[in-house]
């Protein structure tokens, strides 16, 4: 979860989510291991890890679909600047 945050995710509403459900599925597989039912935390384990990795992938994903719409909007100015 840390490498999410640290890419930003908090900033991409997607990856926010996805990180938010990370950091409850932990807090909810503390629980779990508490109370004595460590399959159950094992289960919510990996819930975390995989809500945690997409959130990773939001995140790196977002600033690249930014400047792809930047090449675009790019493109199109040259284009209509050369008719």
């Avoid at 490498?3 to 932990?26: H, I, N, Y």
Wanted: no cysteine; glycine share 2%.
């Amino acid at each position: 979860m840390r490498a999410a945050e640290e890419l930003g995710a908090s900033r991409v509403p997607e990856a926010a989510l996805e990180l938010r459900l990370a950091q409850d599925e932990m807090e909810q597989a503390k629980q779990f291991s508490k109370n004595g039912n460590k399959q159950r935390a094992d289960m919510m384990l990996l819930r975390a890890q995989a809500d945690a990795e997409l959130a990773v992938a939001l995140a790196k994903e977002a600033p690249l679909e930014a400047e792809a719409k930047n090449a675009v909007e790019q493109v199109k100015a040259l284009q209509q600047s050369s008719q």
